[in-house]
């Protein structure tokens, strides 16, 4: 699904897997290592899907997994209650997205506004209008 490099590699803004959640990280700190340990890096990363924050502590040469996000457009064709129905610009397929969570995002969706909607796996996020 993504790639996997050495915690330690990672910056405030890149992106990680913690819990099964896409978190884009909002602080890392890191403590020097011990009599009989390595260095730890605490991560704090806020969830792409859910907005909840996130936190993971480990060794700094642990192996974690860096999601892959696929940046897409597409066009609203309707709102269906908190769903927008979207046609993807490039492959034309036809599904619903759950409507953003931001107030201000929310209120600028209508029918033929083009969006850009985020994909991760199998699950996929409006993030903002084109």
Request: net charge negative.
């Amino acid at each position: 699904m993504g790639k996997v490099v050495e915690l330690g590699e990672l910056k405030e803004g890149s992106w990680l897997m913690i819990d099964n959640e896409p978190c884009q990280i909002v602080e890392i700190s890191h403590s020097k290592p011990g009599k009989h340990g390595s260095a730890k890096a605490r991560v704090v990363g806020i969830g792409l899907f859910d907005g909840a924050k996130h936190t993971l502590l480990s060794p700094v040469d642990t192996k974690v997994e860096v999601p892959l996000i696929e940046k897409r457009s597409a066009q609203v064709l309707t709102i269906v209650g908190d769903n927008v129905q979207v046609m993807d610009l490039e492959t034309y397929e036809v599904f619903e997205l759950p409507l953003p969570q931001d107030e201000e995002l929310r209120k600028n969706i209508a029918q033929g506004v083009t969006v850009e909607y985020w994909r991760v796996g199998n699950r996929q996020k409006i993030m903002r209008i084109k």
